[in-house]
């Protein structure tokens, strides 16, 4: 705010007022809307700009008036190149190693931002611009999740005048865990009234923009839409799937050999780039998960069942690309389309989380229990449908991360060369060409403030500010021949590290989530990345002093960036790894009475901040008045691919665990009381451990002090839902636990609920090295 120049006397007549003072400054004269679309878990090789089979109409509408870059590169894992965005820094400097999810209490794993990286969004909305957030935001702090939590690290606190979108990793598109602004919200209509999320988030984008252009007309905006697309579940309508019917019939080994002359002619990559093998596997160094299954190998259904899963994700992919299209109409139809950069990318590269066999829930893979590959083909024709929580086999993550090695969550190529368009045409004389330089995601933030005439200040309220970790990629736009102007760029994900330095790439040996430990051991391979895009040929032993050179490099990049201490923890190991990792993660703290109590008329509860009744024992209590006429939710958790809950429905009460989403559904039941204050509750007890590590135990129903039904029943160890579905008083959220009120919130009604109490004190049987068999990917 600027100094005050008016005068001020003791009466109004003989003062001199100062707007100028109190107004915020303008933007430069000229100065551009900013649009960035980023997409989730997308291969460089999937699109059809950069020669896939996917066909994304709008992006290839914006490479044909703009530019297209062949090398530009993510931190491989989601959390970690979204911070990139946010404030132009490194994503360890930013505290994110990592997921949210998956912080640790330290600085370059703890998830908060700190002052000294301020946010480009605030010194654009500071500069003059509106500022909307729209979709996806994973870099929410876990320890501020809840609706009761601190929100100066939600998007409105990070410089958002407005957010509309989802906290976390992925959400169901047909059912989403929905938030606006600081708090949390019910989705705005249901599948059958025409639902999707895609949909959904273009809606309020248009909103945002309209609304703010109908009374600040001159007044510049940047939009960050952040899609749930293309990351699980792969959901989308039936008629985007049934476009691609046949098209990944020939499998995904034949798909890379199809896919890499297309992006040899496309410029995308240089003649001679070879194929590198699929998924190489020294022994102990990456997850086993990763393996591809042989196309040649798999059995007819399988194979059907495979192609399915492809053609969904290319739906949904296309669908999403509609939605943005959508956007980009009113852009050009509103006439701002010219004077609007727009960057449209991915987050890093294809998603390998689904498996060898790709599953239909994939809740199973993240809770440890093992996918029904029979049942999951029964279910062919439902894929990308609300009965569905699918994800394709590592096949397709290797296909469509052509040619390079490996994908999302490794530092090779496949895990960090990801898509990237560019589109101004106020600013770029340039059309429908490739730009061959080496950048990357901290690239971005320079780039739209060089672009927008505004510098990231020296100081930030009063905190000194850490430089940008990036180059403006403008010097790129108009020369195609100009040489890169970054020089360094360290990588590091799940303790596999990298490091590109002018034209050289270092990689060790060590996967991500192989819990191994032993980094002093790690073997650099060594690439040279101006002659072998692919990094198909390790150049280690011919150039040891180059590995030298790069592994001092990166170890300075580390020292600046608090990338250490390096942690593979995360996943795969023993018991006493996991007792290492839980030590350091955040913990919802636990009342001393291990009771919660919880009340009708709030907000759902994000699983993670709600009482764990996964893999312990348990009892909850309702205390409810009920008339003759009572129905609904008395509370609800998860959705139909695994949860529970407790409702009256017909006259009888009834508790439902429902193990994900495997039929039939843990039924208990009793007649409705009689009229009146009664306590309703359940109460499970951990007996023993099942094959795949699920509980297993009796499950009492009680009606006051009256035991009103048992039955034995298995557990889930995992969490009941990675889309974020959490606990709910007196209604269902979205999609519902039971089959027995599916469609529908089921509010409780005529009747009251005082309160619902859950209490995990007693716990009997706790299974340190289960739990972290469970845990699993969070990303």
């Known amino acids: 705010m600027a100094e005050f120049t008016g005068h001020i006397k003791l009466d109004v007549r003989d003062s001199v007022p100062d707007w100028e003072a109190f107004i915020p400054p303008k933007p430069p004269q000229g100065a551009p809307n900013v649009l960035v679309v980023l997409y989730d878990d997308t291969g460089q090789a999937a699109w059809s700009p950069f020669g896939g089979r996917i066909q994304m109409p709008t992006m290839d509408r914006l490479a044909a008036g703009g530019l297209t870059y062949s090398q530009w590169h993510t931190t491989a894992l989601c959390s970690p190149t979204r911070s990139t965005f946010l404030t132009g820094r490194n994503h360890h400097s930013n505290g994110f190693a990592t997921i949210s999810e998956s912080s640790t209490g330290f600085p370059g794993y703890n998830s908060h931002i700190p002052p000294e990286n301020a946010t480009m ?41 407005r957010f509309y979108g989802f906290i976390g990793g992925e959400t169901n598109n047909w059912f989403p865990s929905l938030a606006e602004d600081n708090r949390y919200i019910d989705q705005p209509y249901l599948p ?47 008629e985007y799937i049934d476009k691609y019917k046949g098209a990944f019939d020939d499998g995904y080994e034949a798909y890379r050999e199809w896919v890499l002359p297309r992006m040899i002619e496309r410029g995308i990559l240089p003649e001679g780039t070879q194929l590198t093998e699929l998924n190489p596997m020294p022994d102990g160094t990456f997850n086993p998960t990763d393996t591809v ?76 229990y093992p996918d029904d590959l029979a049942q999951n083909l029964t279910m062919v024709d439902q894929l990308g449908s609300p009965d569905t929580y699918n994800h394709y086999p590592t096949g397709w ?56 005439g505004v510098q990231m200040p020296a100081t930030y309220n009063g905190v000194e500010q850490n430089p940008l970790a990036g180059v403006s990629m403008r010097y790129s736009f108009d020369s195609a021949g100009a040489p890169t102007e970054k020089h360094t760029q360290y990588f590091e994900m799940l303790g596999n590290r990298g490091i590109w330095h002018d034209g050289w790439k270092a990689v060790t040996e060590h996967g991500p989530m192989a819990g191994r430990g032993r ?83 709030t907000s759902e509860v994000p699983e993670r901040s709600a009482a764990n009744t996964h893999g312990v024992s348990y009892k909850v209590l309702a205390d409810v008045d009920l008339t003759s006429q009572t129905e609904g939710v008395i509370f609800a958790h998860g959705s139909r691919f695994g949860g529970h809950a407790l409702f009256i ?42 094959e795949f ?43 519902a636990v039971s089959t027995r ?34 845990a699993l990917s969070r990303d």
């Open 741 to 774: 009120y599916v469609g529908s919130r089921f509010e409780f009604s005529n009747g009251t609920i005082h309160k619902v109490v859950f209490d995990i004190a007693d716990d009997v049987y706790v299974d340190v090295e289960a739990h972290y068999a469970a």
């Open 649 to 690: 429905k017909d006259g009888r009460v009834h508790y439902v665990y429902n193990f994900l989403g495997i039929p039939p559904e843990n039924l208990i039941s009793a007649p409705v009381p009689t009229s009146g204050r009664h306590i309703l509750g359940v109460e499970f007890t951990k007996q023993r451990m099942g």
């Open 293 to 368: 299954r042989p196309w040649a190998e798999l059995n007819a259904e399988e194979r059907a069942m495979f192609s399915r899963m492809a053609e969904v994700y290319a739906g949904f992919s296309e669908y999403t690309d509609a939605q943005v299209g959508r956007i980009v109409d009113y852009l050009e139809e509103s006439g701002q389309l010219d004077n609007t950069i727009i960057f449209y990318c991915a987050d890093n590269g294809a998603s390998g989380e689904g498996s060898l066999n790709g599953s239909v829930n994939e809740g199973k893979i993240f809770g440890g």
């Open 519 to 601: 980094f002093d051991d790690d073997k650099w391979q060594l690439f040279h990345t101006d002659v072998d895009r692919a990094e198909a040929v390790d150049l280690s032993d011919q150039h040891p002093e180059k590995v030298e050179e790069l592994k001092e490099l990166w170890f300075a990049e580390a020292e600046a960036n608090h990338v250490l201490p390096l942690n593979d923890l995360q996943i795969i190991g023993n018991a006493k790894d996991f007792e290492t990792f839980v030590g350091m993660e955040f913990k919802v703290p636990v009342p001393p009475s291990g009771q919660y109590t919880y009340y009708p008329g």
């Open 693 to 735: 590590r699920e509980g297993i135990g009796p499950l009492k129903l009680y009606v006051d002090e009256n035991l009103a039904g048992e039955a034995e029943i298995r557990t889930v160890l995992g969490h009941f839902s990675l889309c974020g579905e959490g606990l709910c008083i007196g209604y269902d959220s979205g999609d």
């Open 192 to 238: 059958d009234d025409g639902y999707h999320l895609s949909k959904d988030l273009a809606d309020q984008a248009l909103r945002m923009i309209r609304d703010s252009k109908q009374t600040e007309p001159d007044k510049p905006w940047y939009l960050w839409f952040c899609p749930g697309a293309n990351h699980a579940p792969h959901h989308a309508p039936q």
């Open 121 to 161: 969004a605030n010194i654009l909305r500071d500069a003059g611009w509106s500022t909307f957030w729209v979709g996806k935001n994973h870099n929410v702090p876990i320890d501020e999740w809840t609706a009761g939590s601190s929100k100066k690290n939600w998007p409105l606190a990070q410089g958002y005048d």
């Open 397 to 452: 993550a290797a296909a469509f991360s052509t040619p390079y090695r490996m994908f999302k969550r490794y530092v090779y190529q496949g895990g960090v060369c990801d898509p990237l368009v560019i589109h101004w045409p106020a600013g770029i004389a340039s059309r429908g060409e490739v730009r061959n330089q080496y950048h990357h995601s901290t690239d971005i933030v320079p780039t739209i403030l060089d672009a927008c």
